[in-house]
């Protein structure tokens, strides 16, 4: 009888390529690979090789130095991070490379939870005093339109509780980071060179700066001022406005990383070696492939709340601004005029950022790819490298939000086509309701419902007109009808 007992097979490579000896922070430094592009590196130095033509191995030279940089990936984003955790974000308990973990008996999250219901206390309070607003407002319908932008603004706290449920996706990416950091030096013989903490720092400095002075610009021309009622205001345009420049690093991050793995794999192929070199740079660039894919996986519902928001209020900023522009330029539309801008400017740069990544991880090193010569190739580095176009053929890397839609620029310029129409409805809306100015202070006490209800009674009188004339005509005819039937008799 025969056996159906078989071996496992082995995993695939793009599936758990994982560093080796990652147990710690020091074995990180005892890791580097044979094939490494070390000696390649010497070589455009101006260093002299030996004169044996056997290629020798960087682990041998340089592996016991202390050249490894840890959690560089994490220290660019950091300040950032850091002002979202003040503002009770991202509860991640971190203690060391790729230990980042959710926690919810942790210090931080302990912190989110009092945070968070202090700030929905507050924007209750705020939420119920704009709602008496709303209820009470008297007056043309784009004063109501101003009103309910003022609500809109608060839903934004919906994004911390969203938070709470991917952190433990976000804290799972963080650790992909910390193996592909390590991945990369074990490769290429030194650690993964990203700049982009001075960008971050300067980022947690000014966006809060302009955020704030933003939130007080249209509160003075579009409302009264009140300092107790601006403060949660200040919070959540920082919190939409900061995870929009903590998506914008993530992304900056992979294209940069992307951008540099290209640029060592053309450099790798001027002296080419063994086929396993190219086999290195092809694990490296699925990593770099998961590590986009996981990106959108990981925000997902966060991002997808947020460009509905976005939209959301784009849409009633630009149309209480064109409802009013037939009266002139006022005031107010200075502080709809920001909104429109910030918000457009905020929804824009996470689109772009994430068409710019998703173009830098695959199609530019496709170019890479398909302008390698294959003459002076030995069979087996031919091989590889048409596994390697072949794979990034394969392996999507768009920045996909767990399946709803692609965050690229195709987003950006259908929300604004969607944008557009709904504009159009709202402001063929607001031209069929009757407007009477010569009745003076008859008008004055007229609510937004009542225009409303008058607009709805005039389409059912003129709808009711229609439907009576045909029937006043059939029932004269039907009265002759029967008077003549009359006489016959």
């Known amino acids: 009888m025969a056996s159906y007992y078989r071996r496992k097979k082995p995993d695939m490579v793009f599936l758990n390529a994982k560093p080796i000896n990652s147990g710690n922070a020091q074995a990180y430094l005892h890791g580097v690979r044979k094939y490494s592009i070390g000696l390649a590196e010497r070589l455009d130095s101006g260093y002299q090789a030996p004169l044996n033509k056997k290629r020798s191995s960087v682990s041998t030279v340089g592996s016991h130095n202390n050249d490894f940089i840890p959690n560089i990936f994490y220290r660019n984003i950091a300040p950032v991070n850091w002002f979202l955790r003040i503002i009770g974000v991202l509860p991640i308990v971190r203690r060391g490379p790729s230990r980042a973990k959710f926690e919810l008996n942790s210090a931080a999250f302990l912190y989110s939870v009092v945070f968070f219901v202090l700030l929905s206390c507050y924007v209750g309070y705020v939420a119920n005093n704009r709602i008496h607003i709303v209820r009470s407002l008297s007056g043309p319908f784009e004063e109501a339109v101003i009103a ?21 996706k976000i804290a799972r990416l963080f650790n992909d980071w910390d193996d592909f950091e390590v991945l990369y030096y074990q490769i290429s013989g030194h650690s993964l060179p990203l700049n982009l903490r001075q960008k971050g720092i300067y980022i947690a400095i000014l966006l809060p700066i302009f955020s704030v002075l933003s939130v007080v610009i249209i509160h003075i021309t579009m ?36 951008h540099l793995l290209a640029e060592r794999f053309q450099k790798a192929l001027k002296h ?37 928001y976005l939209f959301f209020i784009i849409t009633l900023s630009i149309y209480g601004l064109l409802s009013q522009l037939s009266e002139g330029f006022g005031i107010k539309d200075i502080g709809l005029t920001i909104t429109a801008l910030w918000n457009i400017g905020l929804l824009f ?17 496709q170019k890479k790819l398909l302008m390698v010569e294959l003459n002076w190739m030995n069979s087996d580095a031919q091989t590889e490298i048409n596994m390697f176009l072949r794979a990034t053929e394969m392996n999507p890397s768009n920045i996909n939000c767990g399946g709803f839609f692609d965050v690229n620029r195709t987003l950006f310029k259908g929300l604004l086509t969607t944008m557009v129409t709904y504009l159009v409805v709202l402001l063929q809306f607001q031209i069929s309701i009757p407007t009477d100015k010569g009745d003076g202070d008859s008008n004055s006490n007229v609510t937004v419902a009542d225009m409303l209800m008058d607009s709805l009674t005039n389409d059912m009188t003129l709808l009711g007109s229609t439907v009576i004339a045909p029937t006043t005509t059939t029932t004269t005819t039907t009265a002759h009808s029967r008077s003549g039937r009359g006489r016959k008799g």
């Open 223 to 258: 409302s009264d001022l009140n300092l107790n009622q601006v403060v949660p205001y200040c919070i959540l345009d920082n919190l939409t406005a900061m995870l929009g420049a903590w998506w914008f690093l993530i992304c900056d991050g992979i294209s940069a990383t992307a």
């Open 349 to 365: 740069y996470i689109c772009d950022q994430a068409h710019y990544a998703s173009v830098n991880v695959r199609t530019n090193f």
């Open 272 to 308: 080419i070696g063994p086929a396993a070199m190219v086999a290195d740079y092809r694990v490296l660039w699925l990593r770099l492939s998961k590590l986009t894919r996981d990106t959108g996986n990981a925000l997902c519902y966060t991002f997808v709340f947020m460009s509905l």
């Open 148 to 168: 309910y932008l003022f609500l809109v603004n608060i839903l934004p706290i919906i994004i911390i509780p969203i938070l709470w449920w991917e952190a433990r």
